[in-house]
Structure formats: structure tokens, C-alpha cells
T-cell receptor, first 115, second 116 residues
Framework: AQTVTQSQPEMSVQEAETVTLSCTYD???????LFWYKQPPSRQMILVIR??????QNATENRFSVNFQKAAKSFSLKISDSQLGDTAMYFC????????????FGQGTRLTINP | DTEVTQTPKHLVMGMTNKKSLKCEQH?????MYWYKQKAKKPPELMFV???????INESVPSRFSPECPNSSLLNLHLHALQPEDSALYLC???????????????FGNGTRLTVT
């Protein structure tokens, strides 16, 4: 089974800066996926980016990229050129076990982008 | 725009009331989920339906009763709730009947429930 840990309850940066959110996990699975979800004040959970453990290359989606360190079991999210609309709760998540329908979430990081 | 639609957006109910939360998706997804989220906490899984059959019940109290009338609709019937049940209730769907890696969750905007 997975465990997911986010050690930064809150972060705050200025607009246009780069920010990195940390996530560590622990698993006994051979293959697994990792996700970052964003939850703005509108409340909808939005998938930001996902990474398959078998893939060496770090996933990238526009301004969002991950630093996936499989040996260290680390999955950090980097937001470049941050925008006011990036203000949200960010959750790191992974399926509980391979093939599972249950996501295990970290405790979340509240990110504030200041003008 | 959300592709998973939840109604109502807000609901206030007394402990003796019966109410229902509704969720609808038209993406052809075959798995649908109910999550409960307390303030400043991650979502907690409650129920999963795969191909219109209940596949996961995370030991949820019987005062919460899910229903999946068809592959596009998911209801959560509420009866005799407690004030501690006040929370944001999120519905989600995924394409396949399992393996979230290949078919990530799509969430709705949630229903903010207050039990008085």
C-alpha cells in the first residue's frame, strides 16, 4: 500500500517566481502512478500532472513539471512563472496499490501567489 | 468548465431530514466515486461504483446510502445525519473500471453540506 507525505503545509511566493512543492511516498509496488491535483477556492479538484513510475523522463505540462526521484521516493512539483490563478491547495496522490481504485492523498500544501 | 456536475452546490439540513446529492457525467466513464472532504484536509474515499455496481464501501455509516441508477448518474442519499457529517462532498469519475493510473479521476465542484 502507498503512503504519501507532504511536509509543507503552506507556501507563499510572489507572482512570476518559481516554486517547488515537495512530496514523498512509500510503496511496495513495482509500477505505480503519481499525481498532483490542484484545488482552488472553486473547490474542484483538477489534475495538474501525472507520472508513471516506469518512465524515466520527468512529466511536464506547460509551466508545471515534476522532479521524480524514484530511488529517493520523491515527487516534487515545480511551478514556473507562477500566476495568481495558481493560488490553491495542492495534493500529491497515488493509487493505494497497483490496479486500485482508491487514491491515497498527501495532507496538502496551501500555495498563495502574491501580486 | 467541469465535466462532472454536482447538485446542489450548497445544502443545509437538519438531523431528521432526508436529502440527496446528485452527480452526473457524460464522458462515458464507467467508474464513479463519492469523496468526503473536511476543511483543510485531503478528500476521503467513501464509495466507488464500477459498471454500476458498488465495488468499494469504505466502512461508511448507513446514514449515507449511495445509488447508481445508470452509468452517468450517481446519487448519495442522506438520512439522520450528524453535525460532524458537515463537509464538502465531492463526486468523481474515471474512464475505466479500475487502475487509476491509466484513467485519472475527474472531479466535480462538490456540494457543501451543513448539518444543523
Amino acid at each position: 500500500a502507498q503512503t504519501v507525505t507532504q511536509s509543507q503545509p503552506e507556501m507563499s511566493v510572489q507572482e512570476a517566481e518559481t516554486v517547488t512543492l515537495s512530496c514523498t511516498y512509500d510503496t511496495s509496488e513495482n509500477n505505480y502512478y503519481l499525481f498532483w491535483y490542484k484545488q482552488p477556492p472553486s473547490r474542484q479538484m483538477i489534475l495538474v500532472i501525472r507520472q508513471e513510475a516506469y518512465k524515466q523522463q520527468n512529466a511536464t505540462e506547460n509551466r508545471f513539471s515534476v522532479n521524480f526521484q524514484k530511488a529517493a521516493k520523491s515527487f516534487s512539483l515545480k511551478i514556473s512563472d507562477s500566476q495568481l490563478g495558481d493560488t490553491a491547495m495542492y495534493f500529491c496522490a497515488s493509487p493505494d496499490v497497483q490496479g486500485a481504485q482508491k487514491l491515497v492523498f498527501g495532507q496538502g500544501t496551501r500555495l498563495t501567489i502574491n501580486p | 468548465d467541469t465535466e462532472v456536475t454536482q447538485t446542489p452546490k450548497h445544502l443545509v439540513m437538519g438531523m431528521t431530514n432526508k436529502k440527496s446529492l446528485k452527480c452526473e457525467q457524460h464522458m462515458g466513464h464507467r467508474a464513479m466515486y463519492w469523496y468526503k472532504q473536511k476543511a483543510k484536509k485531503p478528500p476521503e474515499l467513501m464509495f466507488v461504483y464500477s459498471y454500476e455496481k458498488l465495488s468499494i464501501n469504505e466502512s461508511v455509516p448507513s446514514r449515507f446510502s449511495p445509488e447508481c441508477p445508470n452509468s452517468s448518474l450517481l446519487n448519495l442519499h442522506l438520512h439522520a445525519l450528524q453535525p460532524e457529517d458537515s463537509a464538502l462532498y465531492l463526486c468523481a469519475s474515471s474512464q475505466g473500471g479500475g487502475w487509476l493510473g491509466n484513467s485519472p479521476l475527474h472531479f466535480g465542484n462538490g456540494t457543501r453540506l451543513t448539518v444543523t
